[in-house]
């Protein structure tokens, strides 16, 4: 019978959920949900200085947000101290770990000399062996691993591929520090093994870590789990990625109006294809999900596909949960609670232009810009653009448009037909008439089609728009 899968995402709380962490969660959830397992949400919070509570309520945010919803109780590391120490002492017994009184000048000068020979073993092993009886009194020992000193520690990863490492060039790493905390090494290993994860699937900073922690394994006689390194996210310039290329917080693009199904489509592509297609479902995306078709080469973050991506997702949602996701947003605007207010008040509206602003937008932020001239009263504040367009002449075709629409039947082949006429019997181009009638409405020079916005607005709110910026009267 197959081991059933159990993943894990166990992020550091000591900074908010940044984009390479949503990636690694995603292919974590994702290997996990399609193989009927589990992915566990472990809080790796033993440093206990630079933990956070907000940190680590921004990671569950974040995650809840992404959809991606971890088994189980979260798990916070710093908890299960008395196991890792248990866990030490284990070794300790067995012989696999020792007492180390090596004192801090004494270590410094190790490693200094191991740099100057060009040696990466930085400890010399001094108390390997030695009787804890010649102990300096007064000093309180670490816990050292015992690792092998000949041979290889090997790593079939199963993005890497076959890694190797000869055990002289790593160190007897320590397991319990003097004050009796465990260390990163040793509390890893322990959690992983007593979840039972049978899949460590993380960042290839993280591969050297897999020596070491393999060791750890091998000295408590435990199978180790399968793994699966990751390589980093870049730039557009191949440069490491940073707040410049969009190393930000999950919330951040939260706030710059993304979807979360369009963010997790943009991730999955980082890293991992499947033939040429770039747009997945969620369901697609568990189906053919595979850690065999991750590439080894870093992937380039670019925010104008992610852009793209988004307003794909925008256009391809019906337009009564693409309100609805507005709603939900409008408290990441400036004006949040104006917003927030008027889509309730004027839902009917917004719903009506929204396949036309659908079309114009790749974000929510876009879409809330779209709908503003649905949300203002009058008279609209113009930008300066609007304002600029708006010369005395646009003002007397403004004039001349009242009557000419106030006798006019208020559908959009009717409105079509008398702005022609009357730009026909003005001798103006159609869009010499357009072009002040768009201002003049959404207080903008871009918007949903102009007999599009007249509908939406109804015809007394058109005429009453149309005379405050003509210097008439909507009964003209």
């Excluded at 012989?95 to 000068?109: D, F, I, K, P, V």
């Excluded at 940073?242 to 199904?261: E, I, N, T």
């Excluded at 949960?321 to 400036?334: Q, R, S, T």
């Amino acid at each position: 019978m197959t081991e059933p899968v159990v993943t894990r995402f166990a992020p550091s709380p000591t900074g908010f959920l940044h984009i390479g962490g949503a990636r690694t969660a995603l292919f974590n959830w994702l290997y996990a949900r399609g193989r009927g397992g589990k992915m566990l949400l472990r809080i790796e919070d033993t440093d206990r200085e630079r933990s956070t509570d907000a940190a680590i309520a921004a990671i569950i945010d974040g995650l809840t947000w992404l959809g991606l919803h971890w088994d189980g109780e979260v798990i916070y590391q710093h908890k299960r101290a008395d196991r890792h120490r248990e866990a030490a002492e284990q070794m300790l017994a067995q012989g696999r770990a020792y007492r180390c009184y090596a004192s801090q000048q004494e270590l410094e000068e190790m490693r200094e000399k191991a740099r100057r020979e060009g040696r990466t073993r930085l400890y010399d092993g001094r108390w390997r062996d030695r009787d804890p009886a010649e102990a300096p009194p007064g000093v309180k020992p670490v816990i050292r691993l015992k690792a092998p000193l000949e041979g290889e520690t090997v790593i079939e990863d199963k993005v890497q591929g076959r890694v190797v490492w000869q055990n002289s060039d790593l160190d007897d790493l320590v397991l319990l520090r003097s004050d009796g905390s465990p260390t990163y090494m040793l509390s890893v290993v322990v959690d992983d093994h007593d979840a039972g994860i049978t899949h460590i699937i993380r960042g290839d900073d993280h591969l050297t870590n897999a020596a070491r922690q393999k060791q750890i394994y091998e000295a408590l006689g435990w199978s180790v789990p399968a793994m699966a390194h990751i390589p980093l996210i870049h730039g557009p310039d191949g440069a490491k990625l940073s707040k410049r290329h969009g190393a930000l917080g999950v919330d951040a693009y939260r706030a710059m109006g993304y979807l979360p199904a369009a963010l997790r489509n943009y991730l999955v592509r980082l890293g991992w294809s499947h033939g040429d297609q770039e747009v997945f479902s969620t369901e697609e995306m568990i189906r053919l999900f595979d850690l065999d078709r991750i590439g080894r080469s870093p992937s380039r973050f670019d925010f104008a596909k992610l852009e793209n991506l988004n307003g794909h997702y925008l256009r391809a949602m019906p337009d009564a949960e693409v309100v609805a996701g507005l709603e939900a947003f409008a408290p990441e605007l400036p004006d949040g609670a104006f917003v927030g207010t008027r889509l309730a008040e004027r839902r009917a509206q917004v719903l009506a232009a929204m396949p036309s602003l659908k079309e114009r937008a790749k974000t929510l932020i876009d879409l809330a810009e779209g709908a503003r001239f649905i949300l203002v009263d009058r008279p609209l504040e113009l930008d300066d653009k609007a304002r600029a367009l708006l010369t005395p002449d646009a003002r007397k075709t403004l004039q001349a448009a009242i009557p000419v629409l106030r006798n006019c039947d208020w559908q959009a082949e009717q409105l079509d037909a008398a702005v022609r006429s009357l730009a026909e019997r003005t001798g103006l181009k159609l869009s010499a008439v357009a072009q002040p009638l768009r201002a003049a409405l959404t207080g903008r020079t871009t918007s949903p089609g102009i007999f599009e916005v007249m509908l939406v607005l109804g015809k007394e709110e058109t005429l009453g728009r149309i005379a405050d910026q003509a210097g008439a009267t909507a009964d003209a």
